[in-house]
């Protein structure tokens, strides 16, 4: 990312005025891959997106390239946002792509971003545009991530205060200045949002360990399109108590057939942003052999 790179600046629609995407790769393509990324992310911020687009470049058969957005809740915007702010300003630049010709759409999580692709497929809530396939990097459960980084005490205290808020209907009220969440986080948040991210059953809270086996099955019920789940191997936000090839496992155990991909699978020696060169190649690998079996029909129609 140390170099200048084109992209083409897509101006649509939205709920938010101004939002424009961003394209790399063949203009002309006629499938589009969407990447959104985690918590204080915003377009470019993710280096391995880079590398994604330049390895769909010289994939010419499957004829990708690569949008980013700028989201609302990008960069510290995200603590006075909600995953469904997001899934309407994704679902508007699904709608543009479908405007302008684009054929198979397939949406791409890192982080937080995984929680969008989860809050996406609750099609009854949001009415969001269908999407073809769902790629899912670094699923971590922010409340268990969190969780060592300050004392139960404490921050029990301060889950207690937003829930309080949250009761008086003040829930997009924002969390004082000093509260060492926020600081942690490094940007401000309002009740509502802290909950979500830290509180157990928040509306963030989609690949906790502690989940019950009904709520997990209800979250990977939702999907109509099939999703590639790729957890990083040595992700540094996932507790050392938790195994995470065991967790994938029972999330392929309780979802419907075909939901989650046979490709999916930890990616050996990434950190969470896939930093190491060798587990950037190895999830291209699975990226372009998914998005191949998305247009061979090999991943089963749901």
């Not at 084109?6 to 969407?34: D, M, W």
């Not at 609750?122 to 991530?145: C, L, W």
């Not at 937003?162 to 009220?173: D, T």
């Not at 079996?293 to 129609?301: C, F, I, R």
């Amino acid at each position: 990312m140390s170099t200048p790179f084109p992209v083409l600046v897509h101006p649509f629609k939205s709920p938010v005025p101004r939002q424009c995407a961003y394209e790399s790769g063949s203009s002309t393509a006629k499938n589009a891959l969407i990447c959104i990324g985690g918590l204080g992310d915003g377009p470019h911020t993710l280096r391995y997106v880079r590398t994604i687009s330049q390895r769909l470049e010289r994939e010419t058969a499957l004829n990708y390239s690569v949008f980013e957005v700028r989201l609302s809740s990008a960069f510290d915007g995200f603590g006075t946002k909600r995953l469904s702010d997001d899934v309407a300003e994704i679902s508007a630049l699904v709608q543009y792509l479908r405007g302008i010709g684009r054929e198979k759409i397939v949406l791409m999580g890192h982080s937080t971003g995984t929680q969008d692709c989860m809050e996406y497929t609750n099609y009854g809530k949001h009415n969001s545009a269908p999407v073809d396939g769902f790629i899912m990097q670094g699923t971590v459960s922010d409340r268990e991530a969190f969780g060592p980084l300050i004392a139960k005490k404490q921050l029990d205290q301060i889950i207690s205060q937003a829930s309080e808020l949250i009761r008086a209907g003040k829930e997009n009220e924002m969390m004082p200045r000093d509260n060492p969440v926020s600081e942690v986080f490094g940007a401000p948040l309002t009740a509502y949002r802290l909950h979500s991210l830290l509180s157990p059953g928040g509306d963030d809270d989609f690949f906790s360990s502690d989940l019950t086996d009904d709520k997990i099955t209800s979250f990977w019920a939702n999907f109509r399109k099939p999703a590639l789940v790729l957890p990083s191997g040595e992700d540094e936000h996932v507790p050392k108590s938790i195994d995470i090839e065991a967790l994938l496992g029972r999330w392929k155990k309780l979802a419907p057939a075909g939901v989650i991909s046979e490709l999916s699978g930890l990616i050996p020696g990434a950190s969470h942003t896939v930093r190491d060169p060798d587990a950037q190649e190895w999830m291209c690998d699975r990226i372009v052999q998914f998005l191949r079996n998305l247009e061979s029909g090999h991943e089963v129609k749901l």
